[in-house]
């Protein structure tokens, strides 16, 4: 019993070890290059700025610091929050019936549905991203795209919604189903024996003990689709160097137009040697993903995750 005590105490040791050099050593990469994301007056001066960005983006003479000046910042900022509230809010409708379907219900072929979306979560986006092309450019998809004059492919809306949901969809209905599996299925018969309907005993017992679960697995289906980057790239592409007329008047009302998905604009700006802007980028995602991670364990709910 001492030595298993002593396994543990050593095990928990090399753990908090290994991850407080992660997250110091992250800390000191953020700290360290803090001053990226500030005007340098010297690099105007010295035109070490101009010369990477050119002067027709006057704006960038100020580093990664002129990030949030940026209208292209803004645009892509609000396409990605919209566009994954939209892919929410279908993975939630769609996700969390499905889930309790699942959870309760005895349906054929069962573990081959649960097997198919727990492989959607370890696929590589970018294969997600090549299959999507596939279906929406042969066969029924294809007519049907043809009869509407639209290309879900290569398209702001439905095109992003559409590649950020499968993943976002997966990862959410893994949560939910673990949620309602969480709940013991007696507390709904005994509710249904005192004469509740099956609608009202999930409503009462049901939902209020699976909250928590259901919530994370919101809020783990939103972050997943603001993260998601290879399947967006595949299947849509990027859209900042498209000229202004390939837009809407709709779009550019809204302030969408030549604007990406924050995670491909972070790809873009590495691409296009624009490292401090790119950093800028991924800084922003990394405090949404960590604000709704905190927000995740304060409720409870990561029991539900890891």
């Given at each position: 019993?001492?030595?298993?005590k002593?396994?543990?105490?050593?095990?928990?040791?090399?753990?908090?070890?290994?991850?407080?050099?992660?997250?110091?050593?992250?800390l000191?990469?953020?700290?360290?290059?803090?001053?990226?994301?500030?005007?340098?007056?010297?690099?105007?001066?010295?035109?070490?700025?101009?010369?990477?960005w050119?002067?027709?983006?006057?704006?960038?003479?100020?580093?990664?610091?002129?990030?949030?000046?940026?209208?292209?910042?803004?645009?892509?900022?609000?396409?990605?929050?919209?566009?994954?509230l939209?892919?929410?809010?279908?993975?939630?409708?769609?996700?969390?019936?499905?889930?309790?379907?699942?959870?309760?219900?005895r349906?054929?072929?069962?573990?081959?549905v649960?097997i198919?979306?727990?492989?959607?979560?370890?696929?590589?986006?970018?294969?997600?991203?090549?299959?999507?092309?596939?279906?929406?450019?042969?066969?029924?998809l294809?007519?049907?795209?043809?009869?509407?004059?639209?290309?879900?492919?290569?398209?702001?809306?439905?095109?992003?919604?559409?590649?950020?949901?499968?993943?976002?969809?997966?990862?959410?209905?893994?949560?939910?189903?673990a949620?309602?599996?969480?709940?013991?299925p007696?507390?709904?018969?005994?509710?249904?024996?005192?004469?509740?309907?099956?609608?009202?005993?999930?409503?009462?017992?049901?939902?209020?003990?699976?909250?928590?679960?259901?919530?994370?697995?919101?809020?783990l289906?939103?972050?997943?689709?603001m993260?998601?980057?290879?399947?967006?790239?595949?299947?849509?592409?990027?859209?900042?160097?498209?000229?202004?007329?390939?837009?809407?008047?709709?779009?550019?009302?809204?302030?969408?137009?030549?604007?990406?998905?924050?995670?491909?604009?972070?790809?873009?700006?590495?691409?296009?040697?624009?490292i401090?802007?790119?950093?800028?980028?991924?800084?922003?995602?990394?405090?949404i993903?960590?604000?709704?991670?905190?927000?995740?364990?304060?409720?409870?709910?990561?029991?539900?995750?890891?």
């Amino acid at each position: 019993m001492s030595g298993n005590k002593a396994n543990r105490k050593a095990f928990k040791a090399l753990f908090y070890s290994f991850a407080g050099f992660l997250f110091l050593y992250s800390l000191y990469l953020f700290l360290s290059n803090l001053d990226q994301l500030f005007v340098t007056e010297a690099a105007v001066k010295t035109r070490e700025i101009t010369d990477v960005w050119g002067d027709d983006r006057e704006i960038m003479n100020q580093f990664a610091g002129g990030f949030w000046k940026d209208p292209y910042f803004w645009k892509s900022l609000n396409l990605t929050v919209v566009t994954t509230l939209i892919t929410t809010l279908i993975a939630s409708i769609v996700g969390i019936p499905t889930a309790y379907a699942l959870s309760r219900f005895r349906i054929k072929a069962k573990s081959i549905v649960e097997i198919l979306f727990s492989s959607l979560i370890v696929m590589p986006g970018s294969v997600i991203g090549i299959c999507l092309i596939i279906m929406f450019n042969y066969g029924p998809l294809w007519d049907l795209q043809n009869a509407l004059g639209f290309r879900f492919a290569h398209s702001l809306f439905p095109g992003m919604v559409i590649a950020s949901l499968v993943l976002s969809f997966a990862l959410g209905l893994s949560a939910w189903k673990a949620a309602f599996d969480s709940v013991n299925p007696r507390f709904e018969q005994v509710a249904r024996s005192l004469g509740s309907s099956r609608w009202r005993a999930f409503r009462t017992v049901t939902f209020p003990l699976a909250k928590s679960g259901i919530i994370a697995g919101i809020i783990l289906a939103w972050t997943r689709a603001m993260a998601e980057f290879s399947a967006v790239l595949f299947f849509c592409g990027t859209f900042m160097e498209l000229p202004s007329s390939r837009f809407s008047e709709f779009t550019k009302f809204i302030q969408m137009d030549q604007a990406d998905w924050v995670s491909v604009a972070v790809w873009a700006q590495v691409e296009f040697g624009n490292i401090e802007y790119g950093f800028a980028l991924a800084f922003v995602l990394v405090l949404i993903g960590g604000i709704s991670v905190y927000i995740m364990h304060r409720i409870g709910a990561k029991g539900y995750i890891w």
